[in-house]
């Protein structure tokens, strides 16, 4: 691919591109430690191929609309894929640090956050808690999809590339600090389920089948990108930021109330998602002044 070409990647795709050489080369190093570092490197490299792959379908219109529309949303796609990848990763480069996770929490509360909130375990509540925590999934795709459809490109490329930077920065930090969470670690103090109905199962089951990658605890993902979608809405779409405020103060509280997260965790998410506000904005005008032109000027950054 000639330099023209390249500097025709979305930027969001570039993250992508970078993100990848960076597991690749994580991959490599600890290649003595990881079983499947073959099939890591196969899919890594798979993976940028599919995004100069999308690049290219796009520019010729092959597949007419259905190209540039599978090319916008593509990062949906990469994120989970890199995510469930990590599965196969993080595990076998360093120890688990929730020993440190549990004294830092217990430092602050004098007692382990979700054992002591196990006095407000109801179902109905449970329910609530487990509606909220699933949200996370569905927020960042309600906000894109709606700047998509209103036509609002500029708006909708940049909050792409904000929620991609963001999601691989909470990559990193599950790479750096693996845990796995006071689901399994503090498993033995508690002393009632989390019971509730179907929603409760659809939930806790879905995500135990679905998330190969277990050590995705800190941060806590979850509050780092919703706050950052609520970031994006209160800028873009007033009307979706208001629907999501008492969502996203559900989602954070469940983290906990659902024994998914420490506090400890939610602390460092709130603070990387000011980081990720702060930078990712910045970097994304960085990439398009130096690469074409002014395109932010619309969108306020």
């Not at 999308?54 to 092959?62: A, E, F, G, P, Q």
């Not at 909050?159 to 670690?185: D, E, K, N």
């Not at 603070?271 to 005008?285: E, N, Q, S, T």
């Amino acid at each position: 691919m000639n330099l023209e070409r390249a500097r025709g990647i979305a930027p969001f795709h570039w993250l992508t591109i970078f993100f990848l050489f960076g597991l690749i080369g994580v991959t490599l190093l600890s290649r003595g430690q990881v079983p499947l570092w073959r099939s890591l490197l196969s899919r890594y490299a798979l993976c940028i191929a599919l995004v100069l792959g999308l690049k290219l379908l796009s520019d010729r219109k092959i597949m007419g609309k259905a190209s540039a529309f599978l090319h916008d949303f593509s990062p949906i796609i990469f994120v989970i894929f890199i995510y469930q990848s990590l599965g196969d990763l993080i595990q076998y480069l360093w120890a688990d640090i929730d020993v440190w996770l549990i004294k830092i929490d217990f430092s602050i509360f004098g007692t382990h956050p979700t054992v002591w909130m196990e006095k407000w375990v109801v179902p109905w509540l449970t329910d609530l808690m487990s509606f909220a925590y699933g949200s996370y999934y569905f927020l960042p795709v309600i906000l894109i999809a709606t700047l998509y459809l209103k036509g609002r490109r500029p708006e909708f490329t940049a909050s792409m590339f904000v929620l991609t930077f963001a999601y691989y920065v909470s990559f990193t930090g599950y790479i750096l600090f693996p845990a796995v969470g006071p689901r399994y670690t503090l498993a033995h103090l508690y002393s009632m389920p989390l019971g509730g109905s179907f929603l409760t199962d659809l939930v806790r089951d879905g995500l135990n089948a679905l998330e190969h990658n277990k050590r995705d605890v800190m941060p806590s993902g979850h509050t780092q990108i919703a706050l950052i979608v609520l970031y994006l809405a209160h800028r873009y779409e007033r009307f979706l930021f208001y629907v999501f405020v008492p969502i996203v103060c559900g989602l954070i509280l469940s983290t906990v109330y659902l024994r998914y997260h420490y506090v400890i965790d939610i602390l460092a998410g709130s603070a990387i998602a000011l980081v990720c506000i702060v930078i990712g904005p910045r970097l994304y005008r960085w990439w398009n002044v130096r690469n074409s032109g002014d395109q932010v000027a619309n969108i306020g950054w």
